[in-house]
Nanobody
């Protein structure tokens, strides 16, 4: 049974940076897509960034709202997924979730089988 767990959230000022990590067990990063989603209070969960596993081409996807500011990456040797978040804005404040699976579309939730509990990111100022 695969599991994923996020870490690295916190409070940061506008313009600052954070790096989120997601450690996985029982999940082969080469065979699945791994991604980051976020959900702000009162809003729907949205896809932020995704990587397809090497077996599926290894392509990257970013939401327009984070393109050029966020970078998703994996360390397959440690089964860890990262999200480097730069130039953070107050509107990036949300609970961030790691997910792994075989989605119908990269930045949409259906098809992601494994979800973490989330890590809170708060951007002040």
């Amino acid at each position: 049974q695969g599991q994923v767990k996020e870490s690295g959230g916190g409070l940061v000022q506008t313009g600052g940076s954070l790096r989120l990590s997601c450690t996985a067990s029982g999940v082969d990063f080469d065979d699945v897509a791994t991604g980051w989603f976020r959900q702000a209070p009162g809003k729907a969960r949205e896809g932020v960034a995704c990587i397809n596993g090497k077996a599926h081409g290894g392509s990257y996807f970013y939401a327009d709202s984070v393109q050029g500011r966020f970078i998703i990456s994996t360390d397959n040797s440690n089964n860890t997924l990262y999200l480097q978040m730069n130039s953070l804005k107050p509107e990036d404040t949300a609970m961030y979730y790691c997910a792994a699976g075989n989605p119908v579309q990269a930045l949409l939730a259906p098809g992601y089988k494994h979800w973490g509990q989330g890590t809170q990111v708060t951007v002040s100022g």
